[in-house]
T-cell receptor, first 112, second 117 residues
Framework: KQEVTQIPAALSVPEGENLVLNCSFT??????LQWFRQDPGKGLTSLLL?????REQTSGRLNASLDKSSGRSTLYIAASQPGDSATYLC???????????FGGGTRLMVKP | GAVVSQHPSRVICKSGTSVKIECRSL??????MFWYRQFPKQSLMLMAT?????????EQGVEKDKFLINHASLTLSTLTVTSAHPEDSSFYIC?????????????FGPGTRLTVT
């Protein structure tokens, strides 16, 4: 059974810092991995999707990497802003038609 | 982009009553929809997979008679919480998979906050 772990569970940083969120998964046979953002009381917003054949994806200040063999992904946020404060969730899909398995999330607080 | 809506966004009901939550894919067809439950400060837990025109597949530990799922069309799935109790209070999020794309990307609704008093 696939298990997804995110470390740290919570993170507080001052504005402007670069930071890295970690995601690990136990079964390396994945179809893709996705990073989401969730604001309090809201649904999920997809940030980046990395196919199993890819090593990284970039969108603005966000960069996600994938090392399938070691079962790890990182989300790098450059020059963090208070508006980045949210919970970040990573999720893996075992196969093309399968549902997502979520990690526990990292609650990020960026202080002005 | 693909949009998924949920209705209602918030609902308060009395213990023992039933509540229906709707999930709609607004600009794409979804043969498969997923229902998740999220407790405060916790991640999403998959409750069931809803397939259009057939019975839903429930995850282990989820009571199918309590959480009734109907996926009658390619754009609508409903979750009915029957005989609700305070412990059913939670944030329910649906997700729809775009049948028209090969990537099987899932799009998430904004969630429904259920409070049972």
């Amino acid at each position: 059974k696939q298990e997804v772990t995110q470390i740290p569970a919570a993170l507080s940083v001052p504005e402007g810092e670069n930071l890295v969120l970690n995601c690990s998964f136990t079964d390396s046979a994945i179809y893709n991995l996705q990073w989401f953002r969730q604001d309090p009381g809201k649904g999920l917003t997809s940030l980046l999707l990395i196919q199993s054949s890819q090593r990284e994806q970039t969108s603005g200040r966000l960069n996600a990497s994938l090392d399938k063999s070691s079962g790890r992904s990182t989300l790098y946020i450059a020059a963090s802003q208070p508006g980045d404060s949210a919970t970040y969730l990573c999720a893996v899909r075992p196969g093309a038609g399968n549902m997502l398995t979520f990690g526990g999330g990292t609650r990020l607080m960026v202080k002005p | 982009g693909a949009v998924v809506s949920q209705h209602p966004s918030r609902v308060i009901c009395k213990s023992g009553t039933s509540v229906k939550i709707e999930c709609r894919s607004l600009d794409f067809q979804a043969t498969t929809m997923f229902w998740y439950r999220q407790f405060p400060k916790q991640s999403l837990m998959l409750m069931a997979t809803s397939n259009e025109g057939s019975k839903a597949t429930y995850e282990q530990g989820v009571e199918k008679d309590k959480f009734l799922i109907n996926h009658a069309s390619l754009t609508l799935s409903t979750l009915t919480v029957t005989s609700a109790h305070p412990e059913d209070s939670s944030f329910y999020i649906c997700s729809a998979r775009d049948s028209g794309t090969g990537g099987y990307e899932q799009y998430f609704g904004p969630g429904t906050r259920l409070t049972v008093t």
